[in-house]
């Protein structure tokens, strides 16, 4: 057994030492995946170890949600660990939301209290850890917003150049001057985000920047936490569904690979399944699983989900191998669909973006297609914060778009009391 962790081609086999700087395969361009040395731990001892670090005073390390897991991260980080901190993500309940979804156990592990406002800062902390312990010069990432605003926050920390691609006119507001404010250099790319990663491909293997999207084995490392935060919240009685949004299905694989290593290390004593939600104007990855995962075919993807409008997943091997491990599904969710999720969300006094949304609505509809019963646990991920997109809820509270008639839209009184009687007595009565 390896004292140290290792990178392994998922295509053809071949092994690297975890210090190589290359985010693909050397020999034939797969994608690699991290291995760890088996914990000294297991079982309920290990859950014993996690346990007692959750809220332990001490440095960001100390306090990270990522870092508490660290056997399972990157047991070797050390002192090397850059993390602002990250994760410690509250995972709620909300009567509303079981209500409108038909099932009891609803739980939302939401990811949009991470600094930065979305879960990608779990992978980040890792990837950009990482960089450093390499002596990377510079970071790059494609995004279509939350992995900028993440990789600029995280460079910003860890004192690196950082150097987003991003298609231009399809990012929202919110997360794009986060990433500017963050100093990060933001590149407006004409194309989609396919085109913006194939870019940042390109700047890695000919310019020596260190690429940090979700296809680099580190950022699943971290992303993994999200699994293993909620089962340890849930007294590590794993539940029966996991649902969430699926773009570049980084999250996919991650959960997955989360999953298969819980169980292994007897963390849980039996597998979740997996539900991926796609919105169906960016939903290969649902299609092909109605295909029996034959093939992908990409598409020209367009939804108000922007942080999941990709048309060419670069993970979809990985998140093929993550449903069919679990016993998972695919389904894609129209965007009117995600609208009414999201609304309801916000009522409830959550909130979330709207790629977030896709979730909850992909749990109704598999509760009114009888996939999922009414007396099963379910968690839905909440990605993203709710004001990473405050254009769509301008959209919804003060235009007349589709989702309107679901809006609420500011009154204009004159500046008296009586106007505001009328007001408080109308919402009462």
Known sequence: ??????????????????????????????????????????????RDRFDARHGVRGSAA????????????????????????EGNTPLLQRESLSDWCGVAGLFLKHEGHNPTGSFKDRGMTVA?????RIGATAIA????GNTSASLAAYAALAGLPGLTFVPEGQVALGKLTQTLAYGAQTLLVDGDFDACLRLAKEASEQLGVYL????????????????????????????D????????????????????????????????????VQAQGASPFAAAFARGFDHMEPVAAETIATAIRIGAPASYDRGVRAIRTTAGVVTSVS???ILEAKITIDRAGVGCEPASAASLA?????????????????????????????????????SSGSASHLGNKPIRIPPTIEAVRRVLFASIW
Do not use: Y
């Open 1 to 46: 057994m390896s004292e140290t962790s290792w990178q392994e081609c998922e295509a053809c086999g071949r092994t690297t030492d975890e210090f190589s700087s290359a985010t693909r395969c050397t020999d034939c361009g797969g994608l690699l995946s991290l291995h760890h040395p088996t914990p000294d731990l297991t079982g309920p001892a290990l």
């Open 62 to 85: 100390e306090l990270s949600g990522v870092w508490r897991f660290r056997e399972l991260v990157l047991p070797s980080a050390g002192a090397a660990i850059i993390s602002q901190p």
């Open 128 to 132: 950009v850890t990482q960089a450093k």
């Open 141 to 144: 990432c494609a995004s279509t």
């Open 212 to 239: 940090v999207n979700s296809i680099n084995p580190f950022r699943i490392e971290g992303q993994k936490t999200i699994v293993l935060e909620l089962l340890q919240q849930l007294a590590w009685q794993a539940p």
């Open 241 to 276: 569904w996991i649902v969430l949004p699926a773009g570049n299905l980084g999250n996919v694989a991650a959960f997955g690979k989360a999953l298969a290593e819980a169980l292994a290390l007897g963390l849980i004593d039996h597998c979740p399944r997996l539900a991926a």
């Open 335 to 337: 965007d009117d669909e």
């Open 362 to 398: 992909g749990v109704r509809q598999l509760r009114h297609r009888g996939m999922i019963s009414g007396s099963e646990r379910v968690v839905a991920i909440l990605t993203g914060h709710l004001l990473k997109d405050p254009g769509i809820l301008q959209t919804i509270h003060q």
